[in-house]
T-cell receptor, first 116, second 116 residues
């Protein structure tokens, strides 16, 4: 079965330190990969995506993610965390992306907490 | 950037009544729209996929007679929760796939439904 795993329910980081939110996937074909952030009682905000090309993708608010095909991972990173980064982060994958019928699969989410 | 709106953003209704939620793509055409449900502190669960002018495709376990979806135009999809019960209380998020760029999928801000 196709799936997306976010192994950490919660990640705690001190402000100013680097952060990593992990994501691995198990899908067929050449997937599109996404990261979204959700603040309380709000919808999803797009952070970044990997379609093709450079494995290091830069996105909004200073976030970046590295696509690693051999490890089937797409970890989200930021060099220096801010308290305002505290939110719920979702990794998502769209398998067989060439197909218009393909649907996005979401990970379970990781709550990021940045302490001052 | 592309915007997806939802209306209402928050609704409270009495048990047994029906509620309609609208999802609009404001500056692009969407042949495909998706409806998700999210319980507190959980991930998004895909409920159904709607294609303009045709019947929606429901995910396994989702009652099609309870959650009526209509995708009447390239910019509007509606979700009607019929005979709502307290267990239908949830956060409903729609998403629209850009007709011109099928790899782009945008999310609405969500609708909080509370059934009393």
């Amino acid at each position: 079965a196709q799936s997306v795993a976010q192994p950490e329910d919660q990640v705690n980081v001190a402000e100013g330190n680097p952060l990593t939110v992990k994501c691995t996937y198990s899908v067929s074909g050449n997937p599109y990969l996404f990261w979204y952030v959700q603040y309380p009682n709000r919808g999803l905000q797009f952070l970044l995506k990997y379609i093709t090309g450079d494995n290091l993708v830069k996105g909004s608010y200073g976030f970046e993610a590295e696509f690693n095909k051999s490890q089937t991972s797409f970890h989200l990173k930021k060099p220096s965390a801010l308290v305002s980064d505290s939110a719920l982060y979702f990794c998502a994958v769209r398998p067989q992306a060439y197909s218009s019928a393909s649907k996005i699969i979401f990970g379970s989410g990781t709550r990021l907490s940045i302490r001052p | 950037g592309a915007v997806v709106s939802q209306h209402p953003s928050w609704v409270i209704c009495k048990s047994g009544t029906s509620v309609k939620i609208e999802c609009r793509s404001l500056d692009f055409q969407a042949t495909t729209m998706f409806w998700y449900r999210q319980f507190p502190k959980q991930s998004l669960m895909l409920m159904a996929t709607s294609n303009e002018g045709s019947k929606a495709t429901y995910e396994q376990g989702v009652e099609k007679d309870k959650f009526l979806i209509n995708h009447a135009s390239l910019t509007l999809s509606t979700l009607t929760v019929t005979s709502a019960h307290p267990e239908d209380s949830s956060f409903y998020i729609c998403s629209a796939r850009d007709r011109a760029y099928s790899y782009e999928q945008y999310f609405g801000p969500g609708t909080r439904l509370t059934v009393t």
